[in-house]
């Protein structure tokens, strides 16, 4: 059984560009977070998904926008890149029950903006 | 505005040296806190979920208990693979985010 997969592992992008990063979730799970975890600190989340919409946001501007698939699958996009974006992006899964709150995380995306 | 820190920051122990970690929050209206791990290049990988005051979990060589303001992560005995960062998140009613604590960065010397 899969886990949570995340791709690219890697990514090297300059300021003012744009980046799509993917993830496909654990096999059963139809919930998808995305998380931002810059270098010695924990997570921080960005926004989820469920059922193809945005469900619930945190605290990051417009530029960050996602979309989740029939396939439960989801893209987190991000526009007109800056330096402070640099970090490990996370994409958590879960199933959509309330007695089942363990999130399962992928590798993440090193995004590297220069 | 939901808040959790951790200390301490880095923490350095010798093989079979027990020790605590400490997670303290601030949230409204609490539903759980969990626990997590994670390695260097990887994802946090899920351990434990608290839900009330007084309330124990144990696995292995870790045992994370739980008050009113703040949560403990007991290691006893430890070895040197459980070297990681342990993170503490919050969840509030109501809500889907969780929110992380900075991490504890553990090194368990052989």
């Known amino acids: 059984d899969a886990g949570v997969t995340q ?44 059922e193809e919409e945005e469900r619930q946001r945190g605290n990051f501007p417009d530029r960050f926008s996602g979309h989740q698939f029939p396939n439960y699958s989801s893209e987190l996009n991000v526009n007109a890149l800056l330096l402070g974006d640099s970090a490990l992006y996370l994409c958590a899964s879960s199933p959509q029950t309330r007695n089942n709150e363990k999130l399962f995380f992928g590798s993440g995306t090193q995004l590297s903006v220069l | 505005e939901d808040q959790v820190t951790q200390s301490p920051e880095a923490l350095r122990l010798q093989e079979g040296e027990s020790s605590s970690l400490n997670c303290s929050y601030t949230v409204s209206g609490l539903r759980g806190l969990f626990w997590y791990r994670q390695d260097p ?67 368990v010397l052989p």
């Open chain 2, 41 to 107: 290049g990887k994802g946090p990988e899920f351990l434990f979920t608290l839900y009330s005051a007084g309330e124990e979990k144990e696995k292995e060589r870790l045992k994370a208990t739980l008050t009113k303001k703040e949560s403990f992560l007991h290691i006893t005995a430890p070895k040197p693979e459980d070297s990681a960062t342990y993170l503490c998140a919050v969840r509030r009613n109501y809500g889907q985010n969780f929110v992380f604590g900075p991490g504890t960065r553990l090194s």
């Open chain 1, 7 to 50: 791709s690219p592992t890697h990514l090297i992008k300059t300021r003012g560009q744009q980046v799509t990063l993917r993830c496909s979730p654990k096999s059963g799970h139809d919930t998808v977070s995305w998380y931002q975890q810059a270098l010695g600190q924990g997570p921080q989340f960005i926004f989820q998904y469920y």
